[in-house]
């Protein structure tokens, strides 16, 4: 199949025509127009297999273009699970044909055995051998030529040339048999191998197939999703999962974003709040602005993430692909040498050493070996995508256990990124009421994060009328009362000026503030500090339970912060953070990083475009999906869909219990094939015992790999 030229995914939020390049390591390019989900390759064709690397596998497959977001997660080895797609699945009623002929051809496997165990003429058991043999075994000799031929032998030459070579030597019902089970084990296998593809598949699942839609008379119609376009009104009655990604217009609800985003619980949605495809209405009802078709929606992105990242290979999977591709023509030649060399050179018998030659080439099936890396690959890569990581190849799931250092930004990773309101501290002698009324309405004539915070905190106070409102950059606002009273919200600033009178009990709150690394404004009226309002960007709530995930998993936690030493190190200090480096510009953070890198593997973990050098420089990147910068979800290798820290130990979890996975699966196909080699050396195997072993390590690797389906 050929390779992908080009593939482009939208920043992760409704509605940006924003691009982000998978797997690329680069400034944010250009804007672009907007591509569709499913780029095609040079050849027109679409897919996504994990393949032997025989061609074999893939020249039957068809240009596929759809229309609408699909997934197709095809792993290959070489066997028949090679002949369905995801997308082209078996028709039943050949699905029942095939069984049939199976079942009939054991039976006849069974009756050629029986009489030959019987001693009834060889004719009698070599006719239902051979009937037995063209009913199961046509497609695996078309495969086992089609390899010769190409010289790029696979496990269907290899059973091909065993089966064949054992009917020539008499063998008949044996061989039959051994074609027989061969092709039953490769259907249960298939099978198996299919629950890893629907493991990915079931998230197409989620998103459903039409959407209630308001019609220009007023009407309400149910229309399919695709057709759906944008601006169009959706209403979602309780229990309902959302079609289409939105903004809320009116109505509000709990929803249950956990399918996307991964979080946990359910999140309470308000108008002008965003809606995701996918998720699941609870108990409201409301309505909704679609703000993405149904290919460009953040479940589709996800899919086409997924669907990318298991185009990149991991080292491991690699490695055992290349390995594999010598190791079936070693086996070959072993094969040759063990019939050919005992009988001319060591007087062995020649129908003896021809037999366990024939034991070698089913034993040596390299099946379980390619199966034993990209089945795990697969699965764990729809597990993160489940949880609302999204990791752009293999190659970063594999090397997640190695990450002994995470160094992150502060705003908007390790906190909220906005400034919320922590304390009010109204002056003895006067009134806490009239403050507050006083101050919301001074601070609702202006757009600074700070004031808007103050208005948000104070929302259901009175607004009181103001006059000559005037704005003082860098310093604050002025007005002036119906009552003549001169107000202001200043900085600390105003405090230089002698006229400003202060009690010594806001003093000492000031100072304690200031300590904290709170922004600290002051009202003032009448030239008389009368509150202190204390702001800051507060903490997530998951951030120190990330934290201390990360030192149980051996992780260093380190802080880069463009903010001020006093506040890096107060917040710092509560999430558990020892190693801070403050007021860092971002080539500053390039440059720690770059330090950190020489002796540890490090992750970088920002949402702006400040922190996309450090991004590209350390050894895995994560980004923030919600609120970071296109640019730092283009540079990050990893994204984190709901901005929660503690999917990074998570991640790195799923990376070691995947590695584990890979390795006990190479362990088992190497180490029984191993075994019964030394076995059939020693004349104890048989072409029963091989083909069993063969067949039932494939089944045993895949199983094994499944357990990750389970991992939380």
Known sequence: MAQQEFKKISKLTPGTASGMVIGKKMPSPPKQPSLDIRTV??????????????????????????????????????????????????????????????ALAALLATLAETAHWLDYSIWLSGGLALCAILLSGVKTYQKGWKALRQLDPNMHALMSIAVTGAALIGQWPEAAMVMVLFNIAELLESRSVKRARNAIQSLMKLSPEHALVKQPNGDWKSMETNLVRLGAVVRIKPGMRIPLDGIVLSGSSTIDQAPVTGESMPVEKNPDDIVYAGTINQNGAFEYRVTAGANQTVLAKIIHSVEEAQEKRAPIQRLVDRFARVYTPIILFLAMGVAIIPPLFMNGEWLSWVYKALVLLVIGCPCALV??????????????????????????????????????????????????????????????????????????????????????????????????????????????????????????????????????????????????????????????????????????????????????????????????????????????????????????????????????????????????????????????????????????????????????????????????????????????????????????????????????????????????????
């Open 41 to 102: 390759n040079k050849s027109n064709k679409v897919g996504n297999a994990i393949s032997c690397g025989c061609s074999s596998c893939h020249e039957d497959e068809e240009p596929i273009q759809p229309t609408a977001p699909s997934m197709k997660a095809d792993i290959h080895c070489g066997c028949g699970s090679c002949e369905t797609t995801a997308e082209a699945p078996i028709a039943q009623t050949e699905k029942f044909s095939m069984t049939h002929k199976l």
């Open 371 to 712: 199966l034993s890396t990209p089945v795990a690959i697969v699965t764990a890569l729809s597990v993160a995508a489940r949880h609302g990581v999204l990791i752009k190849g293999g190659h970063f799931l594999e090397s997640g256990r190695k990450l002994s250092v995470i160094a992150m930004d502060k705003t908007g990773t390790l906190t909220a990124g906005k400034p919320v309101v922590t304390d009010v501290v109204v002056d003895e002698n006067s009134d806490a009421n009239i403050i507050r009324d006083l101050a919301v309405s001074l601070a609702s004539h202006s757009d600074h994060p700070v004031s808007q915070a103050i208005v948000n905190h104070f929302s259901q106070s009175t607004p009181l009328p103001l006059h000559a409102i005037q704005a003082e950059t860098g310093i604050g606002i002025r007005a002036t009362t119906e009552h003549s009273d001169a107000i202001a919200l200043s900085n600390p600033s105003a405090l230089s000026n002698s006229a400003t009178k202060i009690s010594e009990q806001l003093k000492q709150q000031i100072e304690s503030f200031a300590a904290a690394g709170k922004t600290l404004v002051l009202f003032l009226l009448n030239d008389q500090v009368a509150a202190v309002v204390a702001v800051a960007d507060t903490v997530k709530t998951t951030s120190k339970a990330a934290i201390d995930s990360l030192k149980k998993l051996n992780v260093t936690s380190v802080m880069l912060t463009g903010d001020h030493t006093v506040t890096a190190n107060a917040i710092g200090q509560e999430v558990g953070i020892v190693q801070i480096f403050s007021e860092q510009l971002p080539h500053d953070k390039l440059a720690q990083i770059k330090n950190l890198t020489q002796k540890q593997y490090v992750g970088m973990v920002g949402d702006g475009i400040n922190d996309t050098p450090a991004l590209a420089q350390a050894n895995i990147g994560f980004a923030m999906g919600g609120m970071g910068s296109d640019t730092a979800i283009e540079t990050a290798d990893i994204t984190l869909m709901d901005d929660d820290l503690r999917k990074i130990p998570f991640f790195i979890r799923l990376s070691q219990a995947t590695w584990q996975n890979m390795m006990q699966n190479i362990t088992a196909a190497l180490g029984i094939k191993l075994i019964f080699l030394v076995m059939t050396l020693m004349g104890v195997a048989t072409l029963w015992m091989a083909v069993f072993a063969d067949v039932g390590t494939s089944l045993l690797v895949v199983g094994n790999a499944m357990r990750l389906l389970r991992f939380k």
